[in-house]
């Protein structure tokens, strides 16, 4: 499915499923897993198998305290498990910031680029608005880099995120990227702050921020440091956490979710869908 599904009778959205692939070696959840071409892309197909609509490929980590990696070596993780994944038809969107290793994923097939800064250089807009692939602008309190631990005003945060969209949207399609090309990510976790309420207060308004900018929203709260810290859980228990946001943001629009765990969600969605449609079907 794609951001143009409409509304089904029953108030859902069924949204884009973006499984996460991090070749990495530090990623907070799966580091080291995937770092092989092999593991990579056997993931991405037991993602696909599970319903994932794109794949993201992230060659470096970005939580605080991720260690820095050069545009060099991300375009070496990524090169031949991109090249594989494009010539099989699986759509690909890559997760960096690094001006290097975007054109590089654009010109071997990428179709989304995924920018933690939210593609914040305007001299690049020209080279980006010829790549023709889908930008997801992604908002950071940090703004530069990866995330840190901040103390943020969650009513701040919120405002910050519509005044940086109406900024960035702008300049964007100024410099001749289209709109249908956009997409928007609020950001949730350390790219809000040390604390729950601010990513809680995103996902509370996220019918706010769609109807505002009218353009697609991906959303990410898989395995988040608001989540554990909400809960208590560790990673390897926040999956029932993780599910139940991710349930809200696709009630409240979202267009995309991206996730670790597609088979949850694909299910998880699939029983709400049903019952949706059973309250509706009536007695």
């Not at 975007?102 to 807009?125: E, H, K, M, S, V």
């Not at 300049?171 to 928007?184: M, P």
Request: charged letters at 25%; hydrophobic letters at 40%; proline letters at 6%.
């Amino acid at each position: 499915m794609d951001e143009q599904t409409p509304y089904s009778p029953v108030g859902i959205r069924r949204p884009s499923l973006v499984g996460i692939v991090n070749i990495t070696t530090d990623s907070f959840s799966d580091g080291n897993r995937f770092l092989t071409t092999q593991a990579a892309v056997a993931h991405a197909h037991r993602l696909r198998s599970d319903g994932a609509d794109v794949i993201e490929l992230g060659p470096a980590a970005s939580h605080p305290g991720a260690e820095k990696v050069t545009e060099a070596e991300e375009i070496r993780r990524l090169a031949d498990v991109i090249d594989q994944l494009v010539a099989q038809g699986v759509p690909v969107s890559v997760d960096s910031y690094q001006p290097a290793t975007q054109l590089f994923a654009a010109a071997r097939g990428a179709t989304y680029l995924n920018d933690i800064q939210g593609f914040g250089d305007p001299a690049r807009y020209e080279e980006l608005a010829d790549t023709g692939c889908r930008l997801i602008v992604m908002h950071s309190v940090q703004r530069h880099g990866p995330a840190t631990k901040v103390r943020t005003d969650p009513t701040q945060v919120y405002r910050g995120i519509e005044e940086f969209f109406a900024d960035r949207l702008t300049a964007l399609e100024a410099a001749g990227i289209s709109r249908d090309r956009l997409v928007i990510d609020p950001g949730l976790g350390y790219f809000l702050g040390n604390s729950p309420e601010p990513s809680l207060r995103t996902l509370a308004g996220l019918e706010r921020l769609k109807a505002r900018f009218d353009v697609p929203v991906l959303i990410s709260p898989s395995r988040k440091s608001f989540l554990r810290k909400l809960t208590g859980s560790p990673v390897s228990g926040i999956g029932p956490a993780t599910l139940a946001a991710e349930l809200y943001a696709a009630r409240s629009g979202a267009d995309y979710i991206r996730t670790h765990d597609v088979a949850a969600l694909r299910d998880a969605l699939r029983v709400f869908e049903a019952l949706e449609s059973a309250k509706e079907s009536g007695w």
